[in-house]
């Protein structure tokens, strides 16, 4: 299957800082990428979908200018939490689509973040 | 409702064959299944996908009912590694419906 990278895979950081989270697609080029965030024993939780040189379109109750998304390129893809919280705190997976009506999204390894 | 309906939680014994049910009642007629599995602190892996007729891989078996209102990932022989939560999807175009997954424990 196609791999999809995301860097950190942890990250600490104090409350009110800004943190920044690449996924990237290595093997293929994704027209798509998604975010998603998951609490523990939870299922994963869509925040927002990427679409390549485009604005990107948030479910409801994400809040677009909390949550910067960024996807400049069709291999590259960035969140960015801004003046993070402990409530922010969380799993933090992307995944690639691309683009094809039958095909499949795959999703990185994910991103713990933890704020202090 | 797009979402898909999944078993809260599944036992299986070592190199048993598992049948993992999804429920996706309202699928329309261009919607695809997809399976993937999550281990604890990773993120999900592709298992299968399909959308009318039954798909075989590797990993997996994929059988769709014929008016698509549901379907079972099959997995052979279980093994401990497949101890993990399955995700049943559905999927038109970019637009993807995560359920809740089944948990699958695999007693040896």
């Known amino acids: 299957g196609a791999v999809v990278s995301q860097h950190p895979s942890r990250v600490i950081c104090k409350s009110g800082t800004s943190v920044k989270i690449e996924c990237r697609s290595l093997?293929?080029?994704?027209?798509?990428m998604f975010w998603y965030r998951q609490f523990p024993k939870q299922s994963l939780m869509l925040m927002a979908t990427?679409?390549?040189?485009?604005?990107?379109?948030?479910e409801q109750g994400v809040e677009k200018d909390k949550f910067l998304i960024n996807h400049a390129s069709l291999t590259l893809s960035t969140l960015t939490v801004t003046s993070a919280h402990p409530e922010d705190s969380s799993f933090y997976i992307c995944s690639a689509y691309s683009g094809g009506f039958s095909d499949t999204q795959y999703f990185g390894p994910g991103t713990r973040l933890t704020v202090l | 409702d797009a979402k898909t309906t999944q078993p809260n939680s599944m036992e299986s014994n070592e190199e048993e064959p598992v049948h993992l049910p999804c429920n996706h009642s309202?699928?329309?007629?261009?919607?695809?299944i997809h399976w993937y599995r999550q281990l604890p602190s990773q993120g999900p892996e592709y298992v299968i996908h399909g959308l009318t007729s039954n798909v075989n891989n590797r990993m997996a078996s994929l059988a769709i009912a014929e008016d698509r209102k549901s379907s079972t990932l099959i997995l052979h022989r279980a093994t401990l590694r497949d101890a993990a939560v399955y995700y049943c999807i559905r999927s038109n175009f970019n637009k993807f419906y995560f359920g809740s997954g089944t948990k699958l424990n695999v007693k040896p």
């Open positions: 990427s679409n390549e040189g485009s604005k990107a379109t948030y």
């Open positions: 093997d293929f080029q994704a027209t798509t």
């Open positions: 309202t699928i329309s007629g261009t919607d695809y």
